[in-house]
Every structure is written in structure tokens, then in C-alpha cells.
């Protein structure tokens, strides 16, 4: 049987987007990096996350834009944080993927016991700068892009209301509820958002155009739906709700995949064979299984692929 995944090519790493320029916002009015903006008529906090991967240039792009243009909220506070300045400040075109963090991943590290511990790093020292800050947002957008080819979604994790309100948004029309990962809890997964809505939009691949354009879409959806803009245009359609059945993480070096999945595709079958994880064989657990970000080059102990179903909504 032929797999491919560990020694497959990189996928297109071409830069297609401007880096942006995020030397007049590098100071913010909050704390480095964070712009915050309150309106005399009173709303919601929602807070706009860019650059939690240094890497991940879109949602940068689209905040220097909207901080240029001077955005503001008519209702309640609006706060736009440009989150790992460390690590954007290595991004090199020629090598766009070695700027993702410093020493460790920032979307891993918002436990709150790990923030108050003696462990140092430098996401783990911005991570401690920002966490004050969240106690005080209502609503949270967390902006990325993927590496590998996938449709693009918004993840909800497991609060019911982040999950209504990313099928109310619409955009992506795909909504994925999870369960984290095993290797740390993402911004989304802390404590702080159990019961308030935080969400995480992947908006296609990283570097370019048409993600910079979903992006807007989801964020805008969400200042609109919360009242910090003004609502225009016609309804909008609301998204399909999918959840996790199986998180598969890589037990070994030499996971593959027996063909080459893009995210978003459903395998009609149960029991369809995915991969190999050394000798172990993944297989879909139900009929209709909806593959959510596979990764083909899954490091041991790092999750290669969600596996979920549509609901009823």
C-alpha cells in the first residue's frame, strides 16, 4: 500500500500577500501591540486577535488596516492585539514558516496554573501580559490561516455559546466544535471564555488574498452581529455546526496518510482506511466523516487530524 505524508513536498509556500507594516501600532494605547477604542453608547468588548502565529500575516494585515482607516465602535469597546510582535519580526518571505513562535507555540499556553508558574518563555511572558486584558472581553476572534489545504471554518471549541454564535456568523459556513488539543489550551479554551463566546477562524491558506478576504468577512460578521459597527446589508445564512467524534494524534514519527486529503472532504463510509501511524491503521469511525485540518506531517504526540460529524442544525 503507497502513503504519502512524511515524504511529501511542502505545500506552495509562496508569499502572495504584502508583509504588513506594523511599525506605527508596535507601541498600542493598552499595552505593546494592543489598541483598544470605547464608544460613548454602551456594548460589548470584543477583542480581534492577529498574529498569534508570527507567521500568519492575514489577520495582521487586516487589523493595520482597520487601526489606518480608524475604526472605531459605535457601541461598547473594540480591541485589536497584534499578539506575537516577537515572532513577526523574524518573518522572511524566503522562509515563511520559521516565524510561527520563538520558543513554543502561544496558542498553547492560556492554562492558567502554566501562566502563574515559575516556566519562562517568550510566549509565555506575552501570554502573562495579555491574560488581564481578557478578563475584561465579552466576545473573542482569534484570526489564522492554515498551511496545508483545508476549506476554510471557524472553530467554537466546547462552549455552546461560541457555538451559536459562529453558526449565526455564517462565515465560514463550516463550524467546527472541539475539544482542544492535548498539547496546551488555546486562547479560545481558556478558562476565562467557558461561558462567554471566543472563537478561532482558519481562513484558508496563509499567505494569501482570498484568505485576507474571509478573514474581513468573519470579522466583520462579528462586530455586526454584536452591535460594534452598524448592521448592513442583507441577512446573513447561518453555518453548519460539525463535531468532533475523534481527535487522531500521531503515536509515532512515521504517520501517513493513504492519499492525499484535503480538509473539509467527507468520507461517505465507516471504517474507511485514512492512515498509517507506524502499524496502526486509522480508520473513520462513522458513516459521513468530515476530516477537519489534516496534517500530513504530523509530529508524534501532535494532532494530524479531527475527525467530526454534521449535526442536525
Known sequence: MTTWGRD?????????????????????????????????????????????????????????????????PVRGRLTFIFANTAAFARFDPADPTISRFIDEDLNRVWDDRLLASARRSAELDRARALRPLMDEVDVLLDLHSMLWPSDPLIIAGAAPAARALGVRLGTPALVVADHGHQTGLR??????????????????????????????????????????????????????????????????????????????TVIPRRNTLLAL????????PHDDCLLIMPSPRALRGHTAVRLARYTGN
Do not use: K, Y
Open 8 to 72: 511529501r513536498l511542502l505545500p506552495d509556500l509562496s508569499v502572495r500577500l504584502p508583509i504588513p507594516d506594523l511599525r506605527p501600532w508596535l507601541e498600542g494605547n493598552v499595552l505593546p501591540g494592543v489598541w483598544s477604542f470605547s464608544a460613548a453608547e454602551p456594548g460589548p468588548h470584543v477583542a480581534l486577535v492577529s498574529l498569534m502565529h508570527g507567521n500568519e500575516i492575514a489577520g495582521a494585515l487586516l487589523l493595520a488596516r482597520w487601526l489606518r482607516q480608524e475604526l472605531r
Open 187 to 264: 486562547l479560545i479554551d481558556s478558562p476565562v471564555f467557558a461561558a462567554r463566546p471566543a472563537l478561532l477562524v482558519e481562513g484558508g491558506p496563509h499567505w494569501e488574498q482570498a484568505t485576507l478576504e474571509t478573514l474581513e468577512s468573519c470579522a466583520t460578521a462579528l462586530l455586526r452581529d454584536t452591535g460594534v459597527i452598524a448592521a448592513e446589508g442583507p441577512p446573513r445564512t447561518p453555518g453548519r455546526l460539525a463535531e468532533v467524534t475523534r481527535t487522531v494524534v500521531a503515536g509515532t514519527h512515521n504517520f501517513a496518510f493513504v492519499q492525499d486529503f484535503r480538509g473539509g
Open 277 to 284: 501511524d507506524g502499524e496502526q491503521e486509522i480508520r473513520t
